[in-house]
């Protein structure tokens, strides 16, 4: 397991954990669930299971519950953010005592439409256009795992309307309606970002 503490007291982690750390109320979770689901529920729970066992070791055992608009919440006293993502092979996961938190992780896409990016980076979509593809691609990720970090912290899923947060492609952190958010570059090959309240 790799850990980060990318801001006091809000930490990233991603890699393999112990599954010896899930609770039954996890495994209970991912009983008749597709195989692939099951798998990556289970995978993200064993990192937060982790990463907590680190960072806030009383809150390691506390149930998981599914809060506003499908946020995992701590359902224990101590009530820590908390935010997992998957995308293909990857799982990332966030921590953060007494705020909330969201994180995302994304797989830049092959193909990328113009529509797309105009939607998601209007501002800058003419200067991504010119950069090489493989480059476009990963720097317009960039970009949405900020905006999905925002609205996950947040609580308002896609009804935050992602796309409208403003993302420059060449800033690595900023900050969005009481968040701040940072693009997490030195953690895996792929694009990460996470945001989190200013003040608890």
């Avoid at 209007?122 to 795992?145: C, D, G, K, Q």
């Amino acid at each position: 397991m790799r850990v980060l503490e990318i801001s006091p007291e809000v930490w990233v982690a991603t890699g393999e954990a112990s599954t010896g750390r899930l609770t039954p109320a996890d495994l209970a979770t991912a009983r008749g669930r597709p195989a692939w689901r099951a798998r990556q529920l289970l995978d993200g729970r064993a990192l937060l299971r982790g990463l907590l066992a680190e960072v806030s070791p009383d809150s390691a055992d506390e149930p998981v519950m599914t809060g506003h608009n499908g946020k995992p919440v701590l359902a224990g006293r101590s009530m820590p953010g908390i935010s997992i993502s998957h995308d293909g092979e990857h799982t990332v996961v966030a921590v953060a005592p007494g705020r909330r938190v969201g994180v995302d992780v994304q797989v830049p896409p092959r193909h990328l439409g113009h529509a797309m990016v105009r939607r998601c980076a209007a501002p800058y979509a003419n200067h991504l256009s010119r950069m090489p593809a493989p480059l476009r691609h990963t720097v317009f990720t960039e970009i949405w795992t900020v905006q999905e970090a925002c609205v996950k912290t947040d609580g308002t899923g896609i009804g935050g309307r992602p796309w409208s947060i403003d993302v420059p492609p060449h800033l690595d952190h900023g900050d969005w309606r009481g968040l701040r958010w940072r693009k997490v570059r030195d953690l895996i090959d792929v694009p990460v970002a996470c945001a989190w309240e200013a003040t608890p």
